[in-house]
């Protein structure tokens, strides 16, 4: 007679246990964030079950409180980038100021650098822009031929300097997007095309289409091209691709995975063609998605 | 002579940039105490403030919509915060123009000039300049003398209006080249030769034909 009661005995806690287990195992498969696996857990009415539970809680808890740690170190390191970045700017302004009321041929080559300072400024800050979870963007509806002027104002110089013909059409079309960012990366796209560019009848082509969904903006340029095998991967970090290692032209690789980047973001699509020797287009695809044109009117 | 008063804290820029304003027509004041700003600016009564945003004791967006409950003065924010949302703010605020540091100086003097232009209800007959026996109407684009008139086209009659402006002066080709940039003309060196070519056929049509002299290697000049 104990003995049929002990089986028993055993036999319901077998039962418990291996429901409880199964339980957890469904619930780890199913969930997405595995780690808040202790929040779900039914409260186990057996010994082991309840120190599982307790020690899953404990782990769980500690893990998020290093990555706490690093959120705060990482926002607090954005923070002072933003910070640093706004000193910066007040010399590179007053420099600009003091060239403007000095012109010469020296000064103008100072300005010339100044310049490049500005530019690998403005990409430090996006850059920091850009690893954070949090918006950091505002959308709103802005002029794309406004934004186009911005971007090719910025390059000026250069592009003067280099004889490069700049045509532009078509562009007086309203799109919803963080204008600010959208100059930054158009930007960058203008920059590849003047560092890529041929010795001879230089030319970018900037453009927009409006299709049904859809307003894209074609950046076209007559440069040297990408190898064919390579244009898959100028959007990886740190990629310079035999183009980058032509003599004088230092490529960082950062440019345009910055823009995929800030693109992914805003929800933008950025696409890109090339041939060798014939030139590349860069294709900027902003949504008209009916829901935000009514949302933000 | 318009007044354009400075509010900037950073000694260095808002010296260069009095100079610069100074060269280019307006009279330039700075704002030296900013223990009592929004008192102090409309003591200055001037035409047209530039506002940056970081300043000792109140910021810039304060100090803006304090002015705007008792004026209507130009004023251009001119900020190294460079986010939409700072534009926006400031436009709410009652701002009418948004720079941001380091800015394109002739950009800056375009906003100036437009806003000025704007708000001072300066008539159309304002736009048209007379040079020697020929008046240069500004915005009907068109040159006129006696009865005769031609009509000339976005790139000559900026590139004339600004030799105009620099009457006196040799302006090189890269200069014009840039303030052509500036107002959205991406013009190359083999367009702005003819762009010159064409507005000299024109100029002789009204017999001015010697008007633009050229100077070799350095530009050009108005007689």
Redesign the interface.
Known sequence: MPIVLLALCLEIEYYNKNKFYKVLKENMEELEEKYLISEIIKNPNFEEGKILKETLQDAGKSMLENVDKYKFSQQDYKEYIELWI?EI??P???S???I??NKNEVTKSIDEEIDKI?NYTEQA?FYARSNTVEK???I?KSNLKEIV?NA??KN??T??QN??????HDLDKEIYT???WCVFILNQIIQNSIKYSKKENKEIEIYAKEEKEKVILYVKDNGIGIKKGEITRVFEKGFTGENGRINGKKSTGIGLYLCKKLCDKLGISLELNSEKDIGTEVRIVFPKSSFINEALK | MQKILIVED?I??RE??K??LD?NGYNTVILENFENSVQGILNENADLILLDI?LPYLNGEYILKEIRKVSNVPIIMVT??????D??LSLNYGADQYVT?????Q?LLAKISGLLKRTQNIDANQNKIKYNDFVLNVSKSIIEKDEKIIELTKNELKILHYLILNKGKIVSR?EI??YL??T?S?I??GTLTVNMTRLRAKLEEIGEKDCIETKRGQGYMLK
Not at chain 1, 163 to 168: A, E, H
């Open positions: 706004h700017k007040m590179i302004a007053t600009k100021m003091i403007e009321n500005e800050l950091d963007y505002y709103k002027n090719i104002l000026k110089e592009l003067i004889n490069i013909k700049i045509k532009t963080d204008s600010k | 950073d260095k820029l260069e940039l100079k610069f060269n970081n190294s915060k460079d986010s939409e949302i534009e926006l540091k380091p800015y394109n100086i950009i890269d080249m840039n940039w500036d959205e991406y190359d060196d």
